[in-house]
């Protein structure tokens, strides 16, 4: 009797080591449902955060690439105007051995254009500053109907110098409608024509000279 019951005994002590092996096998899947379900759950409560995130920094990341993009065509804008009004003059003084004002526009379209006083104006208007502040006036009129973008007003001066001298130089006044305004100051010298006494002015673009100033047209253009 002794020795059955020691078998029952072995017998149910073997179906409890079964039991905890079957429990044993059964843990990791437990344990590997609960860390597969766990990072689920945390994407999911932070989904709207991630992707409002996302998109403030694809927001961000686009602004700066439009005020990147803005300020290339600019740059591209004002070196055109210079280089535009530069050639413009340079032809003038090949032409004729002088500059009236006259002013290089970048038009509302994206078109450059060349704007200068009648002869009827220059004779009734002699004086230079004076015919000067009617281009401006004209530009004043034009960027308050939005006409152009930019313009470049340039003319032949004369710049005095430290011992009481002057030198020749043609003076170009920038404005571009995004708040860029400047004066460019390029120094001239005449050289004499080989087999002639005829001269010629010739640029020195090593000596020009660049300064900020405050913008007028544009700025009296808005206050309208």
């Known amino acids: 009797m002794s020795d059955n019951l020691a078998g029952i005994g072995c017998m149910h002590v073997l179906r409890n080591i079964k039991k905890i092996k079957m429990n044993l096998k059964a843990l990791p899947l437990i344990l590997i449902a609960a860390l597969a379900i766990s990072p689920l759950t945390m994407a999911e409560s932070d989904m709207d955060a991630l992707q409002k995130k996302a998109s403030a920094d694809f927001k961000k990341s686009s602004e700066e690439l439009k005020l990147r993009n803005k300020a290339k ?35 509302e379209d994206g078109h450059y254009g060349v704007m200068g006083l009648t002869k009827k104006e220059i004779l009734e208007e002699p004086n230079i500053n004076r015919q000067t502040n009617k281009l401006r006036s004209i530009m004043t009129e034009l960027a308050n109907n939005k006409a152009i973008m930019g313009f470049a007003v340039g003319l032949f001066t004369q710049v005095k110098q430290k011992d009481g001298s002057s030198k020749p130089n043609l003076l170009f006044e920038l404005e571009h409608m995004e708040g860029i305004s400047m004066l460019k100051l390029v120094p001239l010298v005449e050289n004499k024509i080989k087999g002639s006494k005829e001269k010629e002015w010739a640029i020195i673009p090593a000596k020009i000279v660049t300064e900020q100033k405050p913008m007028a047209v544009f700025i009296a253009a808005n206050s309208k």
């Open 73 to 107: 065509f600019v740059e591209v804008h004002v070196n055109e105007l210079f280089q535009g009004a530069l050639r413009v003059a340079a032809k003038k003084l090949a032409d004729t051995g002088e500059v009236m004002p006259f002013a290089y526009i970048l038009k």
